[in-house]
């Protein structure tokens, strides 16, 4: 097909993208500033490949057009935002809902109700001003380190031997990673009230 899914939008969508990176850049800063600790691991933004959303659209029934593309599909731009510590999590996902110019249009806790197969993270579509939906998944380290491996795993071709062990054990590794954040989390704020800092 020729042109763009995303019709004449995609200079407005980076502009969007960069902004929402540049928004996660400072209240990096200020949290660093008042605590010491970057509550940002890494972070990844991107505008989905024109490919995916396409087939996306076909996957979902929905007509290959822009309206289809960033209407009906809300992430178009996204950003996947890793955090060490649990806590991290929450202050950044209260930041962006803080925002006066961004409208919260769904949000799913899948840290505190994790997915059946043990997936856990905080996904968070918000609204801007002039109407573009962006998609935020927050994570810890261990979150995402296992969505990884779990993504390797799931689309491994001539998958052989006893599917439900597997997903057992997949789900028995995220439980015993979420264990360990939780931990993480109790040794921090240990050290952060032993030293008299304030969160």
Known sequence: MSG?????NLPRMQEILEDMQS?????????????????VEHSLGRIKSEESMREKC?????????????SEIRDAIGLRIVCAFLNDVYLIRDYLASEPDLTIVTEKDYI??????????????????DGFYVEFQLRT???????ALEHHLKYKKNLQGNID???????????????TDVSMQTLRDMIIEGNGADL
């Open 23 to 39: 928004r996660i850049a400072k209240v990096r800063q200020q949290a660093a500033a008042v605590t010491g600790m970057d509550p």
């Open 165 to 179: 062990l597997i997903a057992s054990e997949l789900k028995r590794c995220a439980e015993e990673l979420a264990s």
């Open 141 to 147: 380290i261990s979150m995402d380190t296992w969505a």
């Open 58 to 70: 076909r996957r979902k029934g929905l007509p290959e057009t822009a309206d289809s593309a960033l």
């Open 4 to 8: 763009s899914i995303y019709g004449n």
């Open 112 to 129: 505190r109700h994790a997915k059946p197969n043990g997936y856990r993270s905080y996904h968070l579509v918000v609204k801007t001003a």
